[in-house]
């Protein structure tokens, strides 16, 4: 099997992209993997638009991973408050607890540590994921406490079918490799 490589996404990746990310969190087809969110939400999970501006700013990267120019999976890094933060994490259903998202977090904290010198790495989680939380606190994420609202009413973030939806705050301290 050959390895995945990793590449900016431009603003011609954005429909693939809306595929992507959909495929892993909504609807039937994300029933394959284990991140579904189909029983929490319905709906769209990524704003063309905003994708396209998380695309254009500065300090933001969104990664693709792919293997023989096949997009397996994603994940939008950029610098918020002095540290990265890591979001829109989507793997292919059928590719997941295959390795490939561990890679890809891996090469995301790469970025924030060697190429923006970034401290330390933040997420939000929906609170009620557990497994999901689990998944990163594996890979040296604590819980924060910090919780944020759900975007209720703001359907670029999907339809909430449940009324008790809060994200919490995750955080991975980063370990700047030596210069010597």
Do not use: N
Request: negative net charge; hydrophobic residues 40%.
């Amino acid at each position: 099997m050959d390895s995945l490589t990793f590449r900016a996404a431009a603003e011609a990746d954005i429909p693939a992209l809306v595929e992507l990310v959909t495929s892993a969190y909504r609807g039937d087809a994300s029933r394959a993997g284990w991140t579904t969110e189909a029983d929490m939400l319905d709906g769209q999970r990524i704003d063309p638009e905003g994708l396209r501006r998380d695309i254009d700013r500065p300090r933001s990267v969104v990664l693709l991973a792919e293997r023989d120019g096949m997009l397996l999976a994603c994940a939008h890094v950029a610098e918020e408050d002095g540290a990265g933060y890591f979001g829109m994490f989507s793997v292919r259903p059928d590719l997941q607890g295959g390795g490939v998202g561990k890679a890809v977090l891996a090469e995301a904290e790469r970025v924030a540590r060697d190429q923006w010198r970034l401290p330390s790495m933040r997420m939000t989680v929906i609170d009620v994921r557990d497994e999901l939380i689990a998944f990163y606190e594996r890979r040296g994420y604590v819980r924060t406490g910090v919780h944020k609202p759900f975007p209720y009413g703001d359907e670029r973030y999907g339809i909430p079918l449940r009324d008790d939806l809060r994200f919490e705050v995750l955080q991975k301290e980063l370990r700047q490799e030596s210069m010597a």
